[in-house]
């Protein structure tokens, strides 16, 4: 017993003099942040850490450091998720980084709690807000004042199997436009073998929620222009119904077979000619090109409701902030000039295949010699997509309203609520709650 | 005098106790106490973490029992889990530590296999229990129709999001088995010769030698497993449709939605006043325990 | 009748029992077991096969349940995809510190509450007890600023350092152990002018040794898992550890599954061989009701 506890305490006083105890290799105050020759150093986490999207990251930050003498942007990768409560904590302790990546739809909020620079003085030196598609460049706004730059977004397109249009005899250069289309065309996708289904038309809620689809029926997000609620609408009643009749049609056990397949992102039943159209984000694409190579597929933009109501989408996406308590504000944003700047956001679109937030780069990115054709085809359509594409931002005086709608659109859909009844109450729900946050 | 020399050694025992403790007391003053107590006050406060922190009184408890219906959801929810999953696991955990408790070959292997599924751990396996959970494709179903039965929903049922958390707790039931298996192996043999003697069958040896002898550790696996099974969190964050409790809420845990208060609407105060709540409930309940104990808990040690 | 004759007479009992009905029980159990093993192992079983696949093939649908082809270079790659070596010097740096830690200094803390008699013992206890039934979430960030504020930030200090002061599970867990030790052996100890230091040394310890082998293997366990932990509290990346660096192969809308399941289950192996390995400490250990056992 003697001799172990000798050997335990040996133990710990050599470990206790590796790395992890001296402070690493660098300090551990980012305000301490000076370079030896004099340049100012600057912390950018992002939760960028996997081989695609790493090295490109690392080389715009490179570009960066290269093109003047003044500045060094260090990088670190941060698990996605977990980057924001650490980001968090570090400004409760004031020892913030000096660059974060965040989400763009909490931005407005995040102003208000106080947890990111106010950029409104820098934007009067340098008004950059031109660069960037209208509504990423409004989610960023807190009482007029931006909070973060707008990085990279996504959109909502309809994947299609134009073979499968062609074997059940449709235009596989005419994918649908309306609502009513979109049912046609499933109808005459579906392919059944007894009573199951070897192929399914569509189905709305594989790959995007019925927050989507009420986004895309009523052109507007879940708050007006007065920042009230506008959930219980006659449109949103009836695009409820609609979905849940997409469900009566094939039936719960159908539906569910491939449902937590898509959900985990695995097995895709679209690469297979299973599915015969799906909504997805467009860099859904990336996994076509990757995984099913042979599939001829088309995209469009979102079927409209009816003709005419408009064929909005839903996007998000994410803002380069500069947290409170900064030791570098002035710098920082230098460097998120850079990082939004024309340059980089194309070197990101084109080597990521991911829509950016500038909108100059976004469009020659889809011209860009680097992409194969068929990239070209679906990044236009996205970048043109984009115009129509809505954010749904938190609102500061209402922050997870959320989680008060999913349990009664989940109630229509699961528990065969009635519509209008299950909206009602997420209605009066939402409109109890901004009352009480605005006491 | 003989009575003032019997003081002092107790109070020197007294001493030494304090010492064997004091590790723990240093601890909890340096790193524990100060932060319990300032979530304490900021319970009473709108802390958001970053920039507020005004005093409110009892505004956030008065919200949360009278006007925050998730609140009961969650509650509801985390109640339910805990009921069934506690004696659940527990017999789970008795029952296969038992078989292990023998000399049959390869048991060396066995006990590793069993134990592996408590090692595993992290968001890695939560999604790996999506997949297997899938209604359609996913492995439980699929041997379930090997018997004939149709599989339920799992995931997509609200129903049946909870038992399927249950099932994947139990799956995971080998951390525990391993506190038994220690428990079970300080049981004298004697004890079970002297039975065999009195022709006792394995159910009573079980029943009058085992299961009293293990009480120490039932007692501790209840109580910490209920203390466990109150703070559920991760499963349902990841598996739990957007992390938000979904299906139709019937998995936002109380630590679930004391997480999107806290880091989602940064409504920090509001949070610690459920954790305060939670804390209370669950220290009762404990308490409740700590005085049953006597009556059913055995430590062979004690003097009678 | 000694136990001697005890022992003679049940085994001739034995002998007059049928050996099959025996042996059937045996076989019974047995096959319990490994039917029990199938099932645990049915997802490490889908683990494997995924790590072995092409990101390919695990698109294909319906989902394959063998590999087509067995891709092992994924392993390698895996491997090389962050530096992963480092990582693993640095998990297993905080992991044995925290053990050797946990396993000493609770074991000396419980044995107070388990056997020496002092005022307020029972208020302390239910205040050990009572910091397990604080969600996490709430100290968070007051613990964050604490650590900031001792300069701790970027060191593994906050990792290791209050594992020195105990823990409230393990205290309790082997609190339940030493109070199934005799108090007359401890009564006896003291006559002969032995204090509680030496008790606790000689005689205790190593009557508890199974449990202070489980409270080890549950402090490997979450030391070798914790995530939150480095991932709060470190910033320079070549302190990370190994769970950290199973996370680059997670993008926020896809998931490089076959290195993830590859570099879990890489991650996995050593506690599964310690595990293996470490079982006859406990399964081995002393006898606490205090007689020695005859079997075997």
């Not at chain 1, 009420?214 to 997000?221: A, E, F, H, K």
């Not at chain 1, 219980?232 to 539906?255: A, L, Q």
């Not at chain 3, 390698?76 to 510190?97: D, E, G, K, R, S």
Request: charge should be negative; glycine fraction near 6%.
């Amino acid at each position: 017993m003697k001799r172990f506890s000798l050997l335990a305490l040996a133990l710990l006083l050599f470990l206790t003099g590796c790395a992890g105890f001296t402070g690493g290799s660098e300090g551990t105050q980012a305000s301490e942040g000076k370079t030896e020759d004099g340049k100012v150093k600057i912390d950018f986490w992002t939760f960028w850490g996997s081989e695609i999207r790493r090295p490109v990251i690392d080389k715009i930050i490179e570009d960066f450091n290269n093109s003047q003498d003044e500045i060094v942007v260090e990088h670190t990768y941060i698990p996605f998720g977990d980057i924001w409560t650490k980001e968090l904590a570090a400004i409760a302790a004031n020892n913030p980084p000096d660059v974060v990546i965040n989400d763009i739809n909490a931005t407005a909020l995040r102003g208000q709690e106080g947890q990111a620079e106010n950029l409104a003085p820098y934007l009067e030196k340098d008004d950059i807000s031109g660069r960037f598609y209208e509504n990423l460049w409004d989610a960023t706004l807190y009482e007029g004042d931006s909070y973060g730059i707008p990085f990279n977004t996504d959109t909502r397109l309809l994947f299609y199997n134009k073979d499968a249009f062609k074997e059940a005899g449709l235009d596989p250069n005419k994918p649908p436009e309306t609502w009513e289309e979109l049912e046609e065309y499933a109808e005459k996708l579906d392919k059944k073998s007894g009573d199951t289904y070897e192929r399914i038309g569509f189905y709305p809620l594989y790959g995007v929620g019925s927050d989507v689809w009420l986004l895309n029926g009523s052109g507007m997000n879940y708050f007006n222009e007065d920042d009230e609620p506008v959930i219980n609408s006659e449109t949103n009643v009836d695009t409820m119904e609609w979905i849940k009749s997409w469900k009566d049609k094939y039936g719960e056990d159908t539906i569910n077979r491939y449902q937590s397949q898509i959900d985990s992102q695995q097995s895709n039943p679209f690469f297979n000619g299973s599915l015969g159209m799906m909504a997805n984000a467009a860099t859904f694409y990336t996994q076509i090109r990757d995984y099913a190579p042979d599939l001829d597929f088309g995209v469009a933009p979102l079927p409209e409701k009816t003709s005419g109501s408009g064929n909005t989408s839903w996007g998000g996406g994410f803002v380069a902030e500069i947290p409170k308590g900064s030791s570098h504000p002035d710098e920082a944003w230098e460097f998120i000039k850079y990082l939004t700047d024309k340059e980089a956001q194309e070197y990101w679109a084109v080597k990521n295949f991911d829509n950016v937030a500038n909108i100059e780069a976004s469009e020659s990115a889809a011209t860009s010699d680097e992409l194969s054709e068929k990239d070209q085809m679906v990044y236009e359509m996205a970048a043109q997509n984009l115009n129509d594409t809505l954010l749904t931002p938190m609102p500061a005086y209402a922050p997870d309203y959320v989680n008060l709608i999913n349990p009664q659109l989940d109630a229509i859909l699961i528990e065969n609520k009635p519509a209008q009844e299950a909206l009602d109450k997420a209605q009066q729900d939402v409109e109890e709650l901004v009352e009480k946050t605005a006491q | 005098m003989k009575k003032k020399k019997w003081w002092t050694m107790g109070r020197r025992e007294s001493l030494q106790g304090y010492i064997f403790i004091a590790p723990w007391v240093i601890g909890f003053l340096a790193f524990t106490l100060g932060p319990l107590a300032f979530s304490l006050y900021a319970s009473f406060t709108d802390y958001n973490i970053t920039s507020r922190m005004d005093f409110v009184g009892l505004q956030n408890y008065d919200q949360l029992f009278t006007g925050d219906d998730l609140f009961w959801t969650s509650l509801y929810n985390t109640l339910y889990f805990v009921i069934f999953s506690v004696p659940l696991t527990t017999i789970g955990a008795i029952f296969i530590s038992m078989l292990m408790n023998q000399s049959l070959p390869g048991m060396r292997i066995f006990r590793t296999i069993f134990y592996l599924p408590a090692v595993l751990s992290g968001v890695g396996v939560y999604l790996l229990w999506m997949q297997l959970l899938d209604p359609g494709t996913g492995l439980v179903n699929t041997i379930l129709s090997w018997f004939g039965i149709n599989g339920p929903n799992w995931l997509f049922d609200p129903d049946w999001t909870k038992p399927s958390l249950i099932f994947m707790k139990l799956w995971s039931v080998g951390g525990s088995m391993l506190l038994y298996l220690a428990s079970m192996q300080g049981i004298s043999k004697n004890l079970y010769e002297a039975a065999d003697i009195d022709g006792a069958g394995t159910w009573k040896k079980f029943l009058h030698i085992t299961l009293p002898l293990i009480t120490p550790v039932i007692f501790f696996d209840i109580i910490t497993s209920t203390i466990g099974s109150f703070q559920i969190f991760q499963e349902a964050y990841v598996m739990s449709q957007n992390g938000s409790g979904g299906p139709a809420s019937s998995m936002l845990f109380y630590n679930l939605y004391m997480w999107i208060k806290a880091f989602q609407s940064f409504d920090m105060g509001y949070a610690m006043a459920m954790s305060w709540i939670l804390f209370v409930v669950v220290l009762i309940i404990t308490i409740i325990n700590l005085k049953l104990a006597p009556k059913w808990v055995h430590y062979e040690g004690d003097d009678k | 009748m000694d136990i001697t004759q005890r022992k003679q007479l049940a085994q001739k009992r034995d002998r007059r029992k049928p050996v099959l009905s025996n042996n059937l029980l045996r076989s019974l159990n047995w096959i319990l077991l490994v039917v029990g093993s199938l099932f645990l192992l049915s997802p490490i079983w889908w683990m494997i096969s995924t790590s072995l696949k092409p990101m390919e093939e695990i698109m294909q649908f319906p989902p394959t349940l063998l590999p087509q082809e067995w891709h092992w270079e994924n392993y390698v790659h895996t491997w090389q995809a962050a530096p992963f070596t480092t990582y693993a010097v640095n998990t297993i740096t905080i992991t044995l510190i925290c053990v050797v830690a946990n396993v000493f200094v609770n074991a000396f803390i419980a044995y107070g509450f388990a056997k020496i008699p002092f005022p307020g013992k029972n208020i302390l206890f239910t205040i050990v007890l009572s910091t397990m039934m604080i969600p996490g979430f709430v100290t968070l960030i007051p613990q964050y600023v604490l650590f900031a504020k001792l300069e701790w930030l970027n060191t593994y200090y906050p990792l290791v350092v209050p594992a020195l002061f105990g823990s409230a599970f393990n205290i309790f867990l082997l609190r339940q152990f030493f109070r199934t030790i005799p108090n007359e052996m401890i009564e006896a100890a003291k006559m002969e002018g032995a204090n509680h230091f030496y008790i606790w040394r000689k005689i205790a310890l190593p009557l508890v040794k199974p449990a202070l082998a489980t409270v080890a293997i549950f402090s490997f366990n979450g030391a070798w898992n914790d995530f939150l932990g480095p991932l709060l509290y470190v910033n320079d990346e070549s302190l990370y550890t190994l769970q950290i660096g199973l996370q680059v192969f997670k993008e926020q809308a896809s998931t490089q599954w076959n290195y993830l399941m590859a570099g879990s289950l890489l991650v996995l192996l050593p506690v599964i061989i310690l595990f293996f390995v470490f079982q006859k400490y406990f399964i081995k250990g002393a006898n606490i009701t205090g007689s020695s056992s005859f079997d075997k």
